[in-house]
Structure formats: C-alpha cells, structure tokens
C-alpha cells in the first residue's frame, strides 16, 4: 500500500462530547473532510468491548441466548455475548463470565477466533469472539437486565439459522461461520 493510501485525509477542527453514560459517549466533531469541504462527524464510542462466545460441546452442539433486544425493538436469537469494561478486565475473563452468566456453562478450552470492528462509520467499537470447550453445565445466573432464553441445538442448525436471517446480530453471525470455517479447515 502507498503511504498516500493510509494516511488520513480528515483534519479535526474542535470536538465536544454531546452525551455521556455509563455506557456510552456521544462526540461530534467539527471537521473538514477529505474534498475539503466543512462538515461534522458523530462517533458513538463504547466503554466496553463486545464478547461473544460460541460454546461447542464434544458432539458438536452449541447454545444460543434469546432475549429481547431494547434497541431493536425486537426479539433476538445470539450466541452468549456481553461486555468486558475496558481496563478492568481481560476479554478472556469477561468472555468466561458472560459464558457463566447467560448459560450456567463453564469451559476448559479457550480459542480467540476473531477480533472485529462492529460498525466502523458510527462507532469505535471493537468486538471479540472465543470459541469455548470442554464444557460442564451449572447454574446461570443473568444480570437483572436480562430475561434469557437458553436454547442447545446442533452446531449446523446454528449455522442454517444464520443462512435464513433468524440471527442477525453481527457479532453472532460472523463468529458463527469463523467457527464453522475452522472447523472445515480441522483448525478447532
């Protein structure tokens, strides 16, 4: 790549945080674009990173959590996913805690499998994905904010549910086929 195709073409001229919660911070920025030209840009940056884990047991099967979605305004079909708060945890222990929480299943075996921008127009966000194995069954215990739906199923019905649109949260489904694609490749 030419230097002059990485370097960036946006020059900042003044940033204001428009809003700010425990979870996320609005900032519009006064800019001048890559024609030049005067303009703003909003950034949505999160103060956690997102966790998604595709738990797979020996026989090939895997959970799903089902909740309802605020933002969506709909219901949802994912596999178990949360957030690690930045500087305060590692995404490995954040990713056994989500998986703990959502599902009661516990993991011997830990592979990272994908680190991903979630939206890369409107926000910052980065998300990250394990696969979980060597799995023993407990007890969930969800956040208060949550009201789950636990659903084992066979991991190429995971996949078929991805295919017909049922899941369509991004970080699901693009962890859901690097599995499946490192599971073609005898890499998991």
């Known amino acids: 790549m030419k230097k002059s195709e990485t370097k960036n ?19 519009e920025h006064q ?3 890559p024609s030049g030209n005067a303009g ?21 099967n895997t959970w799903l959590v089902g909740q309802y979605r605020y933002a969506l305004g709909a219901y ?3 596999i178990p ?11 490995l222990g954040a990713a056994q805690r989500e998986l703990q929480e959502e599902t009661g299943l516990v993991a011997t ?6 680190e991903m921008h979630t939206s890369n127009s409107v926000t910052d966000e980065v998300g990250y994905a394990f696969v979980a194995q060597g799995l023993t069954l407990g007890e969930a215990t969800p956040e208060d904010t949550e009201e789950l739906q636990l659903k084992k199923l066979p991991f190429e019905e ?10 369509t949260d991004s970080l699901s489904v693009l962890a859901l086929f690097k599995t499946k694609l490192l599971l073609d490749q005898k890499l998991l």
């Open 158 to 167: 995971a996949i078929a549910l991805c295919m017909n649109g049922t899941i």
């Open 76 to 78: 949802s079909w994912e």
């Open 9 to 27: 073409p946006w020059k900042t001229l003044e940033s204001q945080v428009m809003y700010d919660n425990p979870w996320i911070k609005v900032t």
């Open 81 to 91: 996913e949360g957030g690690c708060l930045i500087g305060k945890e590692t995404k």
């Open 109 to 114: 075996q830990w592979t990272e499998i994908l």
């Open 40 to 60: 703003i840009y909003g950034i949505v940056s999160f103060k956690n990173i997102a966790i998604g884990i595709v738990p797979l047991d020996e026989a090939y």
């Open 31 to 33: 800019v001048i674009n």
